[in-house]
Structure formats: C-alpha cells, structure tokens
C-alpha cells in the first residue's frame, strides 16, 4: 500500500508540475542536438519574432526580422536554457520543449505565459541585415 502511495504522490507532483498536455521542458543536451547546424525561425501569435543561427561550441546568431545579428552564447542553468549577447550581458533565459511541430518556448518570468514556436528549420545561414552589408 505504501509503495502505491509513493507512486501517486510522485504522479501527483508530476501533474502539478506541467500544464495539462504540456512536453517536458528540455535540457541542455536535448537542446544542443536538436539546434547545433540550424537556424530557426520562431514566431509569437502568429507573427515572426526572430531568427537564430546555432553555432557549435554553443554560439549563436541572432536577429530580429529586418534587425542587425547580435552573436552570443548559450548555456544550462536551473533546467532552463539562458542566451548572453555581446551588446547585453544580461542573461535571456527560456525554457524549451519539444512540441509536435518543432521547439516552443517561454522566457522565464513572463507572468503573461506568452510562448514563441518554431515555424521554420533551415540548414542555411541567417542573413543579417546591417550597416557593412554591402561595403
């Protein structure tokens, strides 16, 4: 009877943990196999947010539509996946999963629980827009 009781509590906080239907979160390496040699487009509501370009040795490239790239990095901390930018050393933390259609994402501390999705997956570089394309 114990053991049961042990395995309902667990499920129970298992639950509680994750919204209903919700994917487990993923981790770093989960992360770094599914992103490393890609470059993703995300999109919040339907619009397009961003692209990013993920670079090995955990190095990206990141761009707003029609926005200058910022480079970065990324790392693992407290089961989210975090992004330090060379213009902001203020950490971006995200926590990921994979969902059906590709990884979705919420920042961390959002009250609002907004969520951005992948909609496309390339093999390509990003194009970045900027002051010296061209020169």
Known sequence: MRHHLVHLALALTL???LP???EPTIGAAEFDAYV????????EGGQIFGTEEYLPGRRVRWAFTGDICQYGTWYE???QICFVYEHDPTPQCWTF????????????????????TEVQNSDEPLICAGPDVGV
Request: charged share 20%; hydrophobic share 30%.
């Open 97 to 116: 999963w994979q969902g059906t259609n590709g990884l979705r994402a919420r920042f961390a501390g959002d009250p609002e629980g907004r969520e951005l």
């Open 77 to 79: 901390e407290n089961g």
């Open 36 to 43: 490393t040699g890609k470059t993703l487009t995300y999109a």
């Open 15 to 17: 639950a509680q943990a």
């Open 20 to 22: 209903l239907g919700a």
